[in-house]
């Protein structure tokens, strides 16, 4: 059925305006990889906005070498896996018995669930009940205080009541265990719900940094959000400049851009992968149960 002429005009207003909202979302971004790339006179002077003046990319050199750089980039991608493969894990042996009607006590698990994402312990208390079970100065203290998600636990719950009943009984019938059932069904045909709550627990664990100022002094342990915020807000960084020349070609803001550049450029390459799942595991996770 042809589009009427209303419908049109309504449709390329439409695209312009998602056009500019994406430029306007991406403007800061471009700024930034502009300035990692432009040399120090031209920051200095307000030269860049869009596009790099005198291209120079010494200031990834300097930061890719950076040991204490290396070692909090490391340190993120060890927890990001880490953390996001556990807590899949965890969500999911959690939601899968939710989802079935005939479990015991499980209107009361779900209200205090639910309970948990209006009302939360606070930061003190966290802090104490961290430090009486021993994780204070450990990678652990990253991983097992936000190892659920309570918005996750439902999305995974509400989808995994969507999986045809037909195909667990044939499996029982096959002498399948529940655990079986839910490794060998259940989660394969929940990969959409799975992708979704993949990406919320990487994301997270990747920008997260009040964790570590909390229960973290070790600098060893540090991860990347530390070392950028010590290298943007406190200006501190063990990054030497060599000589005079060096001090020419990278300003403090060429830095600082290229910390930020490199460090967004892991969940870059990893959001594509899920993209495709997202929308709907999202969808279908919400609005079934």
């Not at 502009?34 to 003046?53: D, K, M, T």
């Not at 204490?68 to 894990?89: D, E, H, N, P």
């Not at 018995?97 to 669930?113: D, E, N, T």
Request: include cysteine; proline fraction near 4%; glycine fraction near 4%.
């Amino acid at each position: 059925m042809n589009q009427t002429k209303g419908e049109k005009t309504f449709s390329i207003v439409n695209n312009c305006l998602l056009l500019i909202f994406a430029i306007i979302c991406l403007a800061p971004f471009i700024h930034i990889l502009a300035q990692s790339l432009s040399s120090h006179r031209a920051i200095v002077s307000g030269e860049v906005i869009f596009w790099p003046i005198e291209l120079n990319v010494y200031p990834y050199v300097e930061i890719l070498t950076d040991p204490a750089f290396l070692k909090a980039f490391w340190i993120s991608i060890l927890r990001t896996v880490v953390g996001t493969f556990g807590s899949v894990l965890f969500t999911c042996l959690l939601a899968y018995p939710l989802s079935k009607a005939y479990i015991k006590g499980r209107g009361a698990i779900l209200f205090l669930i639910v309970f948990t994402m209006m009302f939360q312990g606070g930061m003190i208390p966290t802090f104490l009940v961290v430090r009486s079970v021993g994780l204070l100065d450990s990678f652990w203290a990253y991983i097992i205080p936000n190892l659920i998600s309570a918005f996750c636990v439902i999305i995974i719950k509400n989808f995994f009541e969507s999986v045809p009943k037909e195909l667990e009984e044939s499996a029982l019938i096959d002498g399948c265990s529940n655990l079986g059932i839910l490794f060998r069904i259940v989660i394969p045909v929940s990969m959409p719900a799975i992708a979704t709550i993949t990406l919320f627990y990487a994301v997270f664990q990747w920008n997260s940094f009040f964790d570590a100022v909390l229960f973290v002094n070790d600098r060893s342990l540090f991860p990347l959000q530390i070392y950028l915020r010590e290298l943007i807000l406190l200006d501190e960084s063990n990054i030497a400049l060599k000589d005079n020349f060096e001090r020419q070609l990278v300003a403090n803001e060429s830095l600082n851009a290229a910390a930020l550049i490199v460090s967004t450029v892991p969940i870059l390459l990893v959001y594509p992968y899920l993209q495709r799942y997202f929308v709907k595991g999202i969808m279908l996770g919400s609005v079934k149960g």
